[in-house]
């Protein structure tokens, strides 16, 4: 069953789930949406996606490091999986392509450098293709590596608000490691994020937002954005539920270098230098 959810929605983060319901419902937009995004648990705490055109019941599944249970998914919800995109070369992330190759042949593999394996289409920033119906923007934003690329997602219908799957370069209330890069290259690829219109759903790579809160709060204890996403994990969030790029400016440390709080956290500066100090505060922290 999937549900109407965006329709009831408040601006920002989606009505819970009923507790019965299957863990792939809860991204259904409106009843004549096309896109739909379901996420697909992998190891520990990763999210694999699937990326639906509702209209021709094709999907594109990004980081599909489980194939098997990206392809049960796949079946469940009637889909036919026709490409692979992948949010960066960590193992974690792009480990399901040789299989996913294997399992799909002839469906092409989107991503940012030959460092992912079974590539078949390299990305670079600006550069769009589509998955059936479904507009896909890329969005170079190296940092956590150099070939991060952050896929903006949109339907021709307008039903579904557009989506962008960040991998680690954006999570909830957080931001990956700096593994190859600066703390300006994450400024100017969190900035860039923050373009995207504001009801934009962030698709992140990982489970994190617990330990993400509780740094922000150490930060940022007065931001009253904060409040509100305790709230949402108190009353039983679920995992598969996500945030919007509107609900990040507001609340996420990583995106707010310039408040005050931040700021007298990190000790001001410039953007780079201040996200460094934010970056290795959250290293060190150990609420
Ligand atoms: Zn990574």
């Known amino acids: 069953m999937l549900l109407p959810r965006f329709t ?9 789930r009923p507790p019965t319901s299957p ?10 949406a096309r ?4 996420p697909v648990p992998v190891r520990d705490d990763n999210y694999a996606y699937l990326l639906i055109d509702d209209s ?7 980081d599909p490091y489980d194939v098997p ?5 796949a079946e469940k919800a009637g889909v036919q999986i026709v490409a692979g995109i992948t949010t960066h070369h960590h193992f974690d992330h792009s480990g399901g392509n040789q299989a996913f190759s294997t399992a799909y042949p002839g469906a092409p593999i989107y991503g940012g450098s030959n460092k992912i394996p079974a590539l078949t289409n390299q990305v670079k920033d600006k ?9 896909v923007r890329c969005l170079a934003t190296p940092c956590h590596t150099q070939d991060s690329i952050c896929y903006y997602v949109t339907d021709k219908s307008g039903n579904h608000p557009g989506g962008v799957f960040t991998g680690d370069t954006l999570f909830i209330a957080g931001c990956g ?7 300006a290259e994450m400024h100017a690829a969190l900035s860039y994020l923050a373009t995207l219109p504001p009801q934009t759903v962030v698709y992140d790579g990982h489970e994190y937002t617990k330990s993400n809160l509780a740094f922000a709060k150490s930060v940022d204890p007065e931001n009253p954005g904060l409040a509100r996403l305790e709230k949402l994990i108190k009353d039983g969030i679920q995992p598969n539920e996500r945030t919007t790029i509107g609900d990040e400016k507001e609340w996420n440390p990583f995106m707010r270098l310039d408040s005050a709080p931040i700021q007298k956290a990190t000790g001001g500066g410039e953007s780079g230098a201040a996200m460094d100090a934010l970056r290795t505060l959250k290293n060190n922290f150990r609420g």
């Open 127 to 135: 550069d769009e293709f589509s998955v059936a119906n479904i507009h």
């Open 23 to 32: 863990a792939y419902a809860s991204f259904s937009t409106t009843a004549s």
């Open 35 to 38: 896109m739909k995004v379901l």
């Open 56 to 62: 021709t019941n094709k999907a594109a599944a990004v």
């Open 69 to 73: 249970k990206v392809q049960a998914a």
């Open 8 to 16: 009831r929605l408040a601006p920002s983060l989606r009505l819970r």
């Open 177 to 183: 490691r700096f593994f190859e890069g600066t703390g």
